[in-house]
């Protein structure tokens, strides 16, 4: 870096620096395979919507001209396992085995499929331990009062419907069921330490569901490694999916025989087509599934992936914790406060600053082609995605948000 130290250690990092991290970066061409009209627009959404990449808006032409306007029905022959094909290509991403993890619906459906699964499992282990009257089942279902809205909002909505309790905390798990928990705090970026919360959740006698959907794409993570059981996460952020783009399922094989969903749809039952009287779970990942999935969404989700396949999450990882550590650096060179962790491994692939009037600041950004978002109650959000994110994008952003902080 070109930098001069001014009193005692500071260093002032400039544009010059930014851009000669730019052109070192290893992984920067990848940014030639997304569709960016304007080049000028500094996007730096931490949100639900990731670049689209130009083979997405190819591969759909495809599938229209090709499999549906030619193919007809006949495409269905190639259509039907879809969600498993695409599943197997994702399960790398985030050390999982073939046959693990499953692409369908969205990620509201994925934590309620998840969390009701994971109570099923609690009761029958707490059926199989029990003595005396009664069948053992544990009351509480544990999830973090500020974890993200969804998640929280379907835990309140199976408790309410089950006649369970919800408590907002993890410190006491001896009478907790289910533990659901982010892997990344959505505001802040703070990363979980998921190894160890898992075998503590466990060693507690709780089941625990993982959301990964601010982690997938963004950061290197083991599942099989971690003792993780099940997870979901979405496609649509990280793994530039696109709107709508559909939320994935994660069973470890070893709970395929005996895990239970609630919601019984003819593309999770053995022998689909006989159309048969009864629902009879299919054996593996796609009794997770529910009904006939969308083709056009799996296609663009499946594009997405394989970019950051092709890229490896090592070399994502590593980037995302440059452009982050680019990022705090730049917010103390400004006087800008942030939550986030400056561990690298504490931390995902965004930024939080903390501003009074941050609402205001991301809209007159948004107005200038400069795009942050806005997260309650005093957060502009920095999303640093490896793949297309610039490092010249991350300074230009945050000495944008600085002037205007300091106005």
């Known amino acids: 870096m070109s930098t001069r130290k001014l009193r005692h250690t500071v260093v002032v990092i400039s544009r010059d620096d930014a851009l000669a991290l730019d052109a070192a970066d290893p992984i920067a061409h990848f940014r030639d395979r997304f569709h960016i009209p304007d080049p000028a627009v500094v996007y730096l959404d931490g949100n639900s919507l990731g670049m689209p990449p130009k083979r997405t808006l190819e591969r759909l032409t495809e599938v229209y001209q090709h499999d549906w306007a030619t193919g007809l029905i006949r495409s269905w022959e190639h259509w039907v396992d879809l969600p498993q094909r695409v599943g197997d290509q994702l399960a790398p991403l985030i050390g999982a085995s073939p046959g693990e993890v499953v692409l369908h619906d969205n990620t509201t459906l994925c934590v309620y499929q998840a969390v009701h699964a994971a109570l099923g499992l609690n ?193 994502i990882h590593a980037k995302g914790t440059a452009l982050t550590t680019l990022a705090i650096d730049l917010c103390d060179q400004y006087g800008l406060a942030t939550p986030t962790p400056r561990d690298p491994a504490r931390r995902g692939n965004h930024v939080a600053v903390q501003h009074p009037n941050a609402k205001a600041i991301v809209r007159e950004l948004a107005a200038r082609d400069v795009i942050f978002d806005f997260r309650e109650p005093n957060i502009v959000r920095a999303g640093c995605s490896p793949l297309t994110t610039r490092f010249v994008d991350v300074f230009d952003g945050l000495s944008a948000v600085a002037r205007l902080a300091a106005g």
């Open 123 to 315: 009761d029958a282990n707490a059926n199989a331990n029990a003595t005396g009257t009664g069948n053992g089942s544990r009351p509480v279902i544990a999830i973090s009062a500020d974890d993200f809205p969804t998640d929280r909002y379907v835990v309140d909505g199976i408790a309410a419907a089950t006649g369970r309790t919800v408590r907002h905390g993890f410190d006491r798990l001896d009478d907790v069921a289910v533990v659901v928990r982010s892997v990344i705090d959505y505001r802040t970026a703070e990363l979980v330490d998921v190894a160890a919360e898992t075998a503590r959740a466990h060693a507690a006698g709780a089941v625990v569901v993982w959301d990964l959907s601010h982690a997938v794409g963004a950061i290197d993570i083991d599942l099989r490694a971690c003792g993780v059981q099940l997870a979901v996460g979405c496609s649509y952020k990280y793994l530039n999916g696109g709107p709508g783009a559909p939320a994935w399922s994660y069973v470890a094989s070893e709970l395929h025989a005996v895990v239970r969903q609630p919601i019984w749809g003819w593309f999770a039952t053995e022998r689909q087509f006989e159309m048969g009287a009864t629902f009879e779970p299919r054996p593996d990942i796609a009794r997770m599934l529910l009904g006939t999935p969308s083709i056009l969404a799996l296609t663009a989700a499946e594009v997405g992936i394989a970019l950051s396949a092709e890229a490896g999450m090592p070399a």
